[in-house]
């Protein structure tokens, strides 16, 4: 039995030995494996990266499986993705395992380079793996709006049509970029066709050639030590700082540090999988036909931010904001390293940095949560579908009941949340006479201002009548109804003489 | 476009080094080395030859003329629209190809004021694009993505737009409203083309005016905007 083993274990030994005295690789490739690791920095803390690769591997290859399926034409590719998610065997599995990675990815890829920024891994002499980490960052969510875009349904088609809005802006040449963008003059065949060479070929190939460029680096100027407060990054000294870090305690990164990449990997892969199987696929939402418009058009999560951003700037602010913004951030970024390319590495020596990033993140943070549930939006069956509350209509008189209907009717509602209920882009209505007089509410009616249209034209008088009537209830608590000053003076004869001709 | 000494290159005969024959290697790396720069010249311009075509076929898009892509399409009978109101219309978009099924469609709304008075406003708002809704009693457009609203006129009531709605040049031919549309509208490409405003954009100059409650304006002079 012995011997048997003996002699398979040579056999396949010969057989390596065939393959290798012809590809030369077993011995770069140990090399590689084994760079000295400074010991501290086989942490917890340095599994990202790894992870991210682990992640795109995951994504080309259910995508491959997915693009055999998959028709990228725009007359069926909807109807492709309902044949994957309910005829192919575990199409849906797929469908799913390929949307989540996608957002695990950039969680991770993000979480990877809020790392490197916090431990001042892109200082000298790692500069330009940090600057390719950028073009890493923007091509994965490339592949993420592409993505949306391979998709094809409602959200896709209104969120090219968003796209090609916000291009339409460039000065100059804004409608030759919409046409380039979408290929034609229109949303259709050539657009899709467009994002698919790029979802599936251009980025994934740009990005997969910059990984490797990013994983050679890494091996080349070895992983970041752990920062040490006071211990100062300079040019001059820095290589054979790390170089006797290496040396004395250094350990071979495979196996000693990379178990813990390895565990996390599977973790996150398994991660990926169990949101797959228990949330399922992403959409498709409805078929992307333009004449169906009963529809509220969303980003997915990643982008949900700049759908929140877009919707409160200022209009005479928009145009400069979506052209410059990116530039200064995107430029930041890369710019970073070359400026800050020495000194203190550890957060605690950088409270800039950490400033910073809370900022950034707590800022991204509010605006993806405001667009998950977009309190600009009306909502537009709010006036059909939710009741008055009937606290609201006890002990009222016949012409503030007719108040009552006429808000519902007028669709009042979708803007403004009675009782908790309808729309956020105005504000609820359930104390307003407390905080306005009579006079207000009428003006503000019928003129708007801010961000309210004017209702003049599409109320009678005497449903303004009877609308404001009805308002004129809406005290929270019975409180007092808002009093306009000015007017208890007049009565009182206190302002005689020159304020009340100014007119 | 063959270099002309070609031939001569590798007759030369492999001898033990010398002094006189490194001269010679000398020479000839030199040659060669000329002639690899010449290689890459070559394909230089072979190069710039090949990008034309290629840069030109992904290019192609940006360069036709917007308006090229407009043509008159029928929305129907005009008696489809009764006067003073608006009703959402769809068509065939005279630019679709045959890969473009559904995505081919358009909608847009129309409003016929009064006899052969119309406004035809794109679908797409011109803040970013979203499909806006229309609500007959309270009058407004509304957009579902950011929350622009638009008068019955197209004109801009509130919201992130920044103008009102886009408005397709029409005409009557027969019974037919006719409109002109084609690229997708934006504000790089505003459907309609100038064309002296009509009449309905005077009445949104001025603020909605309270048609009464002249008393309650009388009591309460201005508040604050
Ligand atoms: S797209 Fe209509 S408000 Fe933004």
């Known amino acids: ?94 469908r799913a395992i390929h949307g989540w990675g996608s957002d695990f990815m950039i969680a991770i890829v993000l979480m990877h380079m809020v790392q490197v920024f916090m431990f001042g891994a892109y200082k000298f002499p790692r500069e330009l793996t940090w600057i390719i980490g950028v073009f890493l960052l923007l091509l994965t969510l490339g592949m993420a709006f592409t993505g949306q875009v391979m998709r094809f349904d409602q959200d896709a088609y209104w969120g090219l049509g968003i796209g090609a809005s916000i291009l339409s802006r460039v000065p100059w040449i804004g409608g030759s970029l919409v046409h380039l963008l979408l290929g034609g003059p229109i949303i259709g065949g050539q657009t899709l066709t467009r994002f698919f060479a790029l979802h599936v070929f251009i980025i994934p190939g740009t990005l997969l050639l910059l990984v490797g460029l ?12 752990w920062p040490m407060p006071g211990r100062i990054v300079s040019k001059a000294t820095y290589e054979r700082e790390y170089h006797e870090l290496t040396e004395k305690n250094g350990i071979p990164f495979v196996p000693d540090a990379a178990w813990k990449d390895g565990v996390f990997a599977a973790a996150i892969l398994l991660a990926v999988i169990a949101c797959a199987l228990f949330f399922g696929p992403f959409g498709p939402t409805g078929q992307p036909d333009p004449t169906i418009i009963q529809t509220a058009p969303k980003p997915d999560f990643a982008f949900l931010w700049i759908y929140a951003v877009l919707a409160y700037l200022p209009p005479d602010l928009e145009t400069p904001f979506i052209f410059i913004a990116p530039i200064i951030i995107i430029g930041g970024m890369l710019l970073l390293p070359l400026v800050a390319g020495e000194g203190e590495k550890h957060w605690k020596r950088r409270p800039v940095a950490v400033l910073m990033v809370s900022v950034i993140a707590v800022t991204l943070a509010i605006f993806t949560h405001l667009g998950t549930y977009t309190p600009w939006s009306p909502i537009m069956e709010a006036w059909s579908a939710e009741p008055i509350p009937t606290a609201y209509l006890q002990h009222r008189s016949p012409l503030e009941r007719q108040g009552a209907i006429v808000l519902q009717n007028k669709q009042c ?38 961000n309210m249209p004017a209702y003049g034209k599409a109320l009678s008088p005497a449903e303004t009548r009877a609308l404001v009537a009805f308002l004129m209830t809406l005290r929270e608590k019975n409180l007092a109804p808002a009093v306009d000053a000015s007017r208890s003076l007049a009565h009182s004869g206190a302002m005689h003489v020159p304020v009340a001709t100014t007119r | 476009m063959t270099p002309p000494h ?25 040659r060669r080395a000329f002639l690899f720069k010449l290689s890459l010249y070559l394909n230089g311009v072979v190069g710039a030859v090949l990008a034309v075509p290629l840069v030109g076929y ?13 043509s008159w399409v029928s929305l129907g009978p005009i008696s489809d629209f009764p006067e003073g109101q608006t009703r959402l219309a769809d068509f065939r978009n005279p630019v679709t190809t045959v890969s473009d099924g559904e995505t081919g469609k358009v909608a847009c709304w129309v409003r016929r004021i009064e006899g052969e008075k119309f406004q035809v406003f794109a679908i797409n708002c011109a803040h970013l694009g979203c499909p806006v809704r229309w609500f007959e009693q309270s009058r407004l457009f509304l957009c579902p993505c950011h929350g622009g609203a638009y008068y019955e006129d197209g004109s801009r009531a509130s919201g992130p737009p920044e103008r009102g709605l886009f408005e397709y040049q029409y005409k009557i031919v027969g019974s037919q409203l006719m409109i002109e549309a084609g690229a997708m509208p934006t504000l790089a490409n505003e459907a309609c083309a100038k064309k002296p405003r009509p009449l309905v954009n005077i009445e949104s100059q001025q603020p909605a005016a309270p048609t009464q409650q002249a008393n309650d304006a009388e009591r309460s002079s201005a508040w604050p905007a």
């Open chain 1, 1 to 94: 039995m012995a011997s048997v083993n003996k002699r398979s274990n040579s056999q396949i030994k010969k057989t390596y030995e065939w393959f290798d005295r012809r590809l030369g690789l077993a011995k770069p490739l140990t090399e590689a494996a084994q760079h000295p690791t400074p010991e501290r920095s086989a942490s917890w803390w340095y599994v990202f990266g790894s992870a991210a690769t682990v992640l795109l591997i995951l994504q080309v290859v259910t995508g491959i499986l997915l693009a055999l399926v998959y028709s990228p034409s725009a007359g069926e590719a909807w109807g492709s993705l309902q044949f994957l998610n309910h005829d192919v065997t575990l199409g849906w599995v797929l």
């Open chain 1, 214 to 225: 990013h994983v050679w680096m890494v091996l080349r100027l070895g992983i970041n030590e």
């Open chain 1, 413 to 450: 509602r979708d803007c403004h949340a009675l009782g908790g209920v309808g729309g956020m882009r105005g504000p609820a209505l359930d104390s307003i006479a407390t905080r306005m007089t009579e006079d207000q509410i009428i003006r503000q009616v019928l003129q708007g201002g801010g």
């Open chain 2, 6 to 30: 070609e031939p001569s290159a590798p007759t030369q005969p492999t001898t033990p080094l010398t002094h006189a024959n490194t001269a010679a290697r000398e020479a000839l790396h030199s």
């Open chain 2, 58 to 70: 992904v290019l192609g898009p940006a360069f036709k003329k917007t308006s090229s892509y407009n």
